[in-house]
């Protein structure tokens, strides 16, 4: 499953996705530090269809996990090359312009 916080400002429409077992923890590699916080990553569980679902509407992701990342990968949202690791978890963030 994948946690998601959802957020509405205005045209805009954030979600925050993770892996739902990183959820809540804090990773720390040199200068980088990833909290996947509860309150960002939200409560709401959601499936992996679901997820493709939201990146397709969303105007900003910020993405941890392999598995979220993969899916944005795949879609065509988010070039590999971009992708940070910490502690061997990879983050990723997405801005689409309209």
């Known amino acids: 499953m994948i946690s998601i916080g959802i957020y509405k400002q205005g045209e805009d429409l954030l979600i925050g996705a993770c892996d739902e077992q990183l959820l809540g923890k804090c990773y720390k590699e040199?200068?980088?530090?990833?909290?996947?916080?509860?309150h960002f990553y939200?409560?709401?569980?959601?499936?992996?269809?679901?997820?493709?679902?939201?990146?397709?509407?969303?105007?900003?992701?910020?993405?941890?996990?392999?598995?979220?990342?993969?899916?944005?990968?795949?879609?065509?949202?988010?070039?590999?090359?971009c992708v940070i690791h910490i502690q061997g978890i990879p983050h990723a963030q997405m801005v689409r312009m309209l």
Do not use: H, R, W
């Open 30 to 38: 040199g200068k980088f530090q990833l909290d996947v916080d509860k």
């Open 42 to 81: 939200g409560p709401t569980k959601i499936s992996k269809d679901s997820l493709k679902q939201y990146l397709k509407d969303a105007t900003i992701a910020n993405l941890v996990g392999e598995t979220c990342v993969q899916i944005a990968i795949t879609m065509g949202l988010i070039d590999p090359s």
